[in-house]
T-cell receptor
Framework: QKEVEQNSGPLSVPEGAIASLNCTYS??????FFWYRQYSGKSPELIMSIYSNGDKEDGRFTAQLNKASQYVSLLIRDSQPSDSATYLC?????????FGAGTTVTVRA | DTGVSQNPRHKITKRGQNVTFRCDPI?????LYWYRQTLGQGPEFLTYFQNEAQLEKSRLLSDRFSAERPKGSFSTLEIQRTEQGDSAMYLC?????????????FGPGTRLTVL
């Protein structure tokens, strides 16, 4: 069983719509959870961090965490063509990050 | 603050050659991490340092791989006797122990191609 699993995608959404990305993890001891955005050929860029159960909003991004269900999600509201990228879910356990394989999002104009 | 830097950005080498990559972390960060990423996968942890001490190495890190951070600032990752399977993006990240949440910030990566 993979440590971090993401919905496989690819995900195609029209401009202005909500993109919903999901992630589950296996290590119950994990305390920190992150979403990275990665454009093709570039390195991952940190866009959201979440540590407590519930929602955390930052601009058009909302991260949701449910530790009991071992579930993390990312919502992208009012999706823009510039949001087209691969989104990586990462879980911090003992300082190192475990990543999912990523979900590729394409925003159609 | 210039962020994490990595050199070279691209490296093409022949099988059997040795290669060395350098990472300069964000200046106030004392933790430094190396990851490897292949196409279609998320980054995989290789090793990390706190100051100059190498605290953990992944089982992925074979004996041909060695990493150093001699003065607790920049780090080098050396791959000896490269194999075609070593072709990947090598990513460096840094964080600070003063950041309880341990947010890690990545450099631009070094793309290695082994012919």
């Amino acid at each position: 069983q993979k440590e971090v699993e993401q919905n496989s995608g690819p995900l195609s959404v029209p401009e202005g719509a909500i993109a919903s990305l999901n992630c589950t993890y296996s290590d119950r001891g994990s305390q920190s959870f992150f979403w990275y955005r990665q454009y093709s050929g570039k390195s991952p860029e940190l866009i959201m961090s979440i540590y407590s159960n519930g929602d955390k909003e930052d601009g058009r991004f909302t991260a949701q965490l449910n530790k009991a269900s071992q579930y993390v999600s990312l919502l992208i509201r009012d999706s823009q063509p510039s949001d087209s990228a691969t989104y990586l879910c990462a879980v911090n356990a003992d300082y190192k990050l475990s990543f999912g394989a990523g979900t590729t999002v394409t925003v159609r104009a | 603050d210039t962020g994490v830097s990595q050199n070279p950005r691209h490296k093409i080498t022949k099988r059997g050659q040795n290669v060395t990559f350098r990472c300069d972390p964000i200046s106030e960060h004392n933790r430094l991490y190396w990851y490897r990423q292949t196409l279609g996968q998320g980054p995989e942890f290789l090793t990390y340092f706190q100051n100059e001490a190498q605290l953990e190495k992944s089982r992925l890190l074979s004996d041909r791989f060695s990493a150093e951070r001699p003065k607790g600032s920049f780090s080098t990752l050396e791959i000896q006797r490269t194999e075609q399977g070593d072709s990947a993006m090598y990513l460096c990240a840094s964080s600070s122990t003063s950041d309880f949440n341990d947010e890690q910030f990545f450099g631009p990566g070094t793309r290695l191609t082994v012919l």
